[in-house]
């Protein structure tokens, strides 16, 4: 799976617009883009996925880059509750190695702020 | 429906000591997964499961046994606990459709 780059922290303000960026130059065709977070000490959650496609569901938008090796997780109206730890992972879907194993790096502390 | 269960969600162990975490799902889900998380640090998978009767070695497997005997329940065994399993672990489960993983609310484990 490829490897990603996320800045370490972001701050936003309550009813902004957050963007997270993520980077990952090393992706091959078939590797999908997943975004989950992690509010603090609970387990993590899934938020959105994507391959080449902008997507956009009732928690997020995410924006893949024409090249595929950059994303942006954009969550449109901020709130105190989105305060958590935000994780970019790339991984295969299908094939041989269907077993759906997710690599967590460090991810962006996004902090909101009011 | 309760989606990913675990138990217990605090344990105190003494070095040697052993135990085992119970992780429970009621969406009729194939694969589950058990990770930690050190502290300022991301996940890290230890063992996961394609389906009943089936485990696999994930990147730190060492110090832990799994067993999936019912499609339901995924078990994390430490025989001997060791200071360095001190962690918080997290159990996830997913169906075939998708790869959207749903994980349990983590057991707090510290091993003195």
């Known amino acids: 799976d490829a490897k990603t780059t996320q800045p370490t922290s972001m701050d936003c303000a309550e009813g902004r617009a957050a963007n997270l960026p993520c980077n990952h130059s090393t992706i091959s065709g078939n590797e999908y883009v997943y975004w989950y977070r992690q509010i603090h000490s609970q387990g993590p959650q899934y938020i959105i996925h994507g391959l080449k496609n902008n997507e956009t569901n009732e928690m997020a938008s995410l924006i893949i880059t024409e090249d595929r090796k950059s994303s942006t997780l954009i969550l449109p109206h901020a709130t105190l509750r989105d305060t958590a730890v935000y994780y970019c992972?790339?991984?295969?879907?299908?094939?041989?190695?269907?077993?759906?194993?997710?690599?967590f790096g460090q991810g962006t502390t996004l902090q909101v702020k009011p | 429906n309760a989606g990913v269960t675990q138990t217990p969600k605090f344990r105190v162990l003494k070095t040697g000591q052993s135990m085992t975490l119970l992780c429970a799902q009621d969406?009729?889900?194939?694969?589950m997964y058990w990770y930690r998380q050190d502290p300022g640090m991301g996940l890290r998978l230890i063992h996961y499961?394609?389906?009943?009767?089936?485990?696999a070695k994930g990147e730190v497997p060492d110090g832990y046994n799994v067993s999936r005997l019912k499609k339901q329940n995924f078990l994390l065994g430490l025989e001997s606990a060791a200071p360095s399993q001190t962690s918080v672990y997290f159990c996830?489960?997913?169906?075939?459709?998708?790869?959207?993983?749903?994980f349990g609310p983590g057991t707090r484990l510290t091993v003195t």
């Open positions: 996830a489960s997913r169906g075939t459709a998708t790869y959207e993983q749903y």
């Open positions: 969406m009729n889900h194939e694969y």
């Open positions: 992972i790339v991984r295969v879907a299908g094939g041989s190695s269907n077993t759906g194993k997710l690599i």
């Open positions: 499961s394609v389906g009943e009767g089936t485990t």
